[in-house]
């Protein structure tokens, strides 16, 4: 874990993990236009395990699976269930593992 990085509540790590620089974990997606005060309404992030998250990547509410690679920069908003290298502003697979 590097620095600047935010890990919210009800997210859950992997063994093995890299997370870069000022990486972000968001588990309150708003749905109302403001923040909602009930935790128990926000939604879980799991890494699998041997994740790498490249610095200012956003982490949506989302599932990501074991041994994959997020690039610099990246935005995940949908679960990852593919072992791959991802990467852009929707994150997308840019090659299998």
């Keep these: 874990m590097q620095s600047h990085t935010f890990i919210c509540e009800y ?3 992997g063994e ?3 997370i870069g620089h000022g990486v972000m974990f968001a588990n ?3 749905r109302d236009g403001e923040p909602n005060a009930d935790r128990e ?5 799991t890494l699998g395990n041997n994740v ?3 610095s200012g990547a956003s982490i949506l509410a989302v599932s990501i699976c074991d041994g994959t690679v997020i690039g610099a920069g990246s ?3 949908k679960d990852i269930t593919q072992k791959g290298v991802y990467a852009g502003n929707p994150a997308r697979l840019l090659r299998l593992l």
Excluded: K
């Design 11 to 13: 997210v859950s790590v």
């Design 16 to 18: 093995n993990c890299f």
């Design 28 to 30: 309150d997606m708003f």
């Design 41 to 45: 309404s926000w939604a879980r992030i």
């Design 52 to 54: 790498s998250i490249g």
């Design 75 to 77: 935005v995940v908003t």
